[in-house]
C-alpha cells in the first residue's frame, strides 16, 4: 500500500508563489512516475505536471508550461511542485498522485494511488 501526504498548501496573493510537497511511503517511491493534478469547485480534475521515475524528464500541459516546476528527491520519498507567478484561476485541490507508468507524460490514465489533497487559494 503506498500512502501520498501533500502539504504546502494556502492563500496566496496573484503573482506569488507556493511549494507543495508529496511525501510518500513504500520502498517502490523510485520505480514510477509521479505527477500532480488539481481540482477547482464545479471542474473535473486536470493534469498539471508529471515526472519520470528518475527525475531525468517532466511533462506539463501548456496553462502551467513555464510557471510550474514539478521535481522529485527520491532519497526522501517526496516530490514536490514549485508554483510561480500564480493566478486567481490556479485555485484549487492539489493532489499528488503516483502512476503505473515510469515516463513523464499526461498521467490522466495512469494514476494508481492519489493523496488527500490540498487546497491553493489565490487571491487577486
Known amino acids: 500500500q503506498v500512502q501520498l501526504v501533500e502539504s504546502g498548501g494556502g492563500l496566496v496573493q496573484a503573482g506569488g508563489s507556493l511549494r507543495l510537497s508529496c511525501a510518500a511511503s513504500?520502498?517502490?517511491?523510485?520505480?514510477?512516475?509521479m505527477g500532480w493534478f488539481r481540482q477547482a469547485p464545479g471542474k473535473k480534475r486536470e493534469f498539471v505536471a508529471a515526472i519520470s521515475w528518475s527525475g531525468g524528464s517532466t511533462y506539463y500541459p501548456d496553462f502551467v508550461k513555464g510557471r510550474f516546476t514539478i521535481s522529485r528527491d527520491n532519497a526522501k520519498n517526496t516530490v514536490y511542485l514549485q508554483m510561480n507567478s500564480l493566478k486567481a484561476e490556479d485555485t484549487a485541490v492539489y493532489y499528488c498522485a503516483r502512476a503505473k507508468i515510469r515516463q513523464a507524460m499526461d498521467l490522466t490514465n495512469w494514476v494508481d494511488y492519489w493523496g488527500q489533497g490540498t487546497q491553493v487559494t489565490v487571491s487577486s
Open positions: 513504500g520502498r517502490t517511491f523510485s520505480d514510477y512516475a
